[in-house]
T-cell receptor, first 115, second 117 residues
């Protein structure tokens, strides 16, 4: 079965550079979530999109922005990178957002290292 | 705001024994879902089991069961007959569904489970 695809899988950047992470949800999934997991930490919710509109916002820094495109893929743009941005970034997708259980399927993650 | 508490940072268990991973939660919303994820050292997040706040019965998925005690706000994961491959970090997570939007999951700090032969 198709899974969530994230690219790149690994990324190394210098401080103050920019980075773009991409997420391709499971086919027919209309909702995308982004999470950040620092070393030895639990995942922290950043932002989500439903039908190409921002739906919920978590602890996303102002230096980060994201969007969901017409084909439902999503991109997380990170500017003025700091050492503390080094983390594993997960994208998850689901079908719908409604008042019922909808499992979030996680991608393999993008490991970002800021030097 | 929601909060998940996992009080066991690490656990050592003998192979084939059953293990219970603790999770307590706090929310004022009546409608919510509780999830358990497994994260091996390779890093991927693997969904294990789900319990809805209105579910009358405890969820089960193969060797995994969720001991849901709503009045005590606990949602412990029970793994029966543990295997070496169960060694991983386990996260309890919650999602509130009252907002109608794509609410993100709130995770606990996790429990690092090590199965010993």
């Amino acid at each position: 079965a198709a899974g969530v695809i994230q690219s790149p899988r690994h990324l190394i950047k210098e401080k103050r550079e920019t980075a773009t992470l991409k997420c391709y949800p499971i086919p027919r999934h209309d909702t995308v979530y982004w999470y950040q997991q620092g070393p030895g930490q639990d995942p922290q919710f950043l932002i989500s999109f439903y039908e190409k509109m921002q739906s919920d916002k978590g602890s996303i820094p102002d230096r980060f922005s994201a969007q969901q495109f017409s084909d439902y893929h999503s991109e997380l743009n990170m500017s003025s990178l700091e050492l503390g941005d080094s983390a594993l970034y997960f994208c998850a997708s689901s079908l719908g957002t409604s008042f019922s259980y909808n499992e979030q399927f996680f991608g393999p993650g993008t490991r970002l290292t800021v030097l | 705001a929601q909060k998940i508490t996992q009080t066991q940072p690490g656990m050592f268990v003998q192979e084939k024994e059953a293990v219970t991973l603790d999770c307590t939660y706090d929310t004022s919303d009546p409608s919510y879902g509780l999830f358990w994820y497994k994260q091996p050292s390779s890093g991927e997040m693997i969904f294990l089991i789900y319990q809805g706040s209105y579910d009358q019965q405890n969820a089960t998925e193969g060797r995994y069961s969720l001991n849901f005690q709503k009045a005590r706000k606990s949602a412990n994961l029970v793994i029966s007959a543990s295997q070496l491959g169960d060694s991983a970090m386990y996260f309890c997570a919650m999602r509130v569904v009252s907002g109608g939007g794509a609410d993100g999951l709130t995770f606990g700090k996790g429990t690092h489970l090590i199965i010993q032969p």
